[in-house]
């Protein structure tokens, strides 16, 4: 154990794990601890070579791979399901020394991923079994769709969620059939290392799970290069980079971006749960999270109750640095992070925006300590309110009606995730239609929509592109073959037939299969 690694880890290897990085290229990566700004390890810097070359190795192992029985292939990501669980105090460990997070956060990655591996591993066989197509000809022809592995999929992950996003996507990819090249976050790149060392003890084959940690705008485009399919979730504005050159190189992209999360509280909703639910929602990874809530919408009868409830709740919360469950907010990932929400908060107040609680950094609890913070009166043009911020910040409005709400909650350029809250839930239903995001829960905030693993979820506008989760987060990382067999006469004129008389009979045939409800 390294004397800077901050007290109470007690997490795997740091030099092991990053021993396993495969370059000659001399680079390393600084890695520090946000609980304490200290260097806690360096990891070996990839190269745009050591990426086609990872991807050429993936490539090579793939095709044995996927040959292999999908039982087979089930059987590994169980037994990985089961490492995952085994190994949990030292993933938790892990995932709070580089990300910072409280250690209640960590576990709900961990938990995460070993849902994900088992809700995959039941519904693989399902997704990847040969499926009956209507034929032209009932009886006739007779078609079978077939589903493939495109070969290698590609990741770029972020720091916010280093466990959950690095591999909870790269599961389905590795049970269809696919090998695997990872490029974590510069600032999280052990949690990889480790979950890939877990996948290759289950047993994953070395060659089909790569890692390849480095600078991400060196290390992008060789990716998507050399990839058959690409995954990224981060920013909006690298994601645009990333589907362009995606584009360029016809790989397809699927693509998790920014969120400016709306919660709408109607007039009858139950306030404990619902102030519960907004503390969960706003301050949970300390507000880092793509689906968090930013922006609350508060029905006027009860905006005085809510608003004072939620900046007592608040208030009370206990802000921390350690490696156990106290805590029920960590640390921001780094310095700069703090800044960003610093400056926005700034900004906000400087333009007429009322602080109710928090606006602090506090470098007593840990150098990217940011207080959780309320406001309201926040205006509309601030950056606060339209730029997603990814810390412990929320604001808070009035509004006089369900139409409102649902409107400012519209308002905005992201469509990833938003929450209701109503004791009506049938109405709930019917408003959670209306809000413009890919996701939206009534009476919860993100745990429920995350952890129906069977339910896709993914953003609309600027928040992305594809679903991950459900049949569509599996099946993307498949290619469809259709197999069509004609009995009988191949469908052409028979010799002696002249066309025209042949095109009356094909259209007489249409006619009536259509009348017989056959086509």
Request: charged fraction near 25%; charge should be negative.
């Amino acid at each position: 154990m390294t004397a800077d690694l901050p007290a109470g880890y007690d997490g795997p290897s740091l030099a092991s794990l990053a021993g396993t990085v495969d370059t000659d290229s001399g680079e390393t990566l600084p890695v520090e601890a946000p609980f304490t700004g200290d260097r806690i390890g360096d990891v070996p810097a990839c190269t745009s070579a050591d990426v086609r070359r990872a991807a050429a190795r993936a490539r090579e192992a793939q095709t044995a791979w996927a040959a292999r029985p999908v039982a087979e292939r089930v059987a590994v990501v169980e037994r990985f399901g089961s490492l995952v669980r085994d190994r949990q105090d030292d993933l938790l460990d892990l995932v709070q020394l580089e990300s910072g997070k409280a250690r209640y956060d960590a576990m709900e990655e961990v938990l995460d991923v070993e849902l994900t591996a088992g809700h995959y591993a039941d519904e693989a066989p399902g997704y990847l079994a040969a499926e009956r197509r209507g034929g032209l000809v009932p009886l006739v022809t007779r078609v079978r769709e077939h589903r493939d592995p495109y070969g290698v999929a590609g990741f770029v992950t972020p720091w916010n969620y280093p466990l959950t996003l690095a591999v909870s996507d790269a599961l389905p990819a590795l049970l269809a059939g696919n090998a695997v090249v990872i490029k974590p976050a510069e600032a999280t790149p052990h949690t990889a290392l480790f979950a890939a060392e877990l996948l290759r003890e289950a047993g994953v084959p070395d060659d089909c799970v790569q890692v390849v940690p480095g600078d991400g705008p060196a290390l992008g485009p060789p990716l998507i290069e050399s990839v058959d399919h690409v995954s990224f979730t981060g920013s909006t504005a690298t994601g645009r980079e990333v589907a362009a050159r995606a584009g360029r190189e016809l790989v397809p992209a699927s693509l998790e971006l920014g969120g400016k999360g709306p919660m709408l509280v109607r007039e009858d909703a139950p306030m404990g749960r619902t102030v519960t639910g907004a503390i969960r929602g706003a301050f949970a990874s300390a507000g880092q999270l793509c689906i968090a809530v930013e922006r609350v919408y508060v029905h006027e009868s009860r905006f005085e109750t809510f608003r004072d409830r939620l900046v007592a709740r608040a208030r009370a919360l206990d802000v921390g640095t350690r490696f156990d469950y106290g805590p029920d907010v960590g640390s921001l990932v780094s310095e700069r992070q703090v800044e960003k929400v610093a400056t926005q908060v700034a900004d906000a107040v400087d333009a007429g925006a009322t602080l109710l609680t928090g606006g602090r950094r506090r470098p007593d609890v840990g150098p990217s300590v940011y207080e959780p913070t309320v406001l309201t009166d926040v205006p509309a043009d601030a950056a606060l309110s339209c730029e997603e911020t990814f810390g412990p910040v929320v604001t808070v409005e009035s509004v006089p009606d369900d139409e409102t709400a649902v409107a400012r909650a519209n308002d905005t350029d992201y469509g990833l995730h938003g929450t209701v809250w109503t004791d009506d839930t049938a109405e709930g239903r019917q408003i959670a239609r209306r809000v413009e995001c890919g996701t939206v829960a009534v009476n919860d905030v993100h745990i429920a929509t995350w952890g129906s693993t069977d339910a896709p979820m993914g953003g609309k506008k600027d928040s992305g592109v594809g679903r991950r989760h459900g049949d569509e987060g599996f099946e993307r990382y498949t290619q469809s073959q259709s197999v069509v067999v004609q009995r009988g006469h191949p469908l052409a004129p028979p010799p002696g037939v002249s066309n025209r008389v042949a095109a009356r009979g094909v259209s007489a045939f249409v006619a009536l299969a259509r009348r017989l409800g056959l086509r």
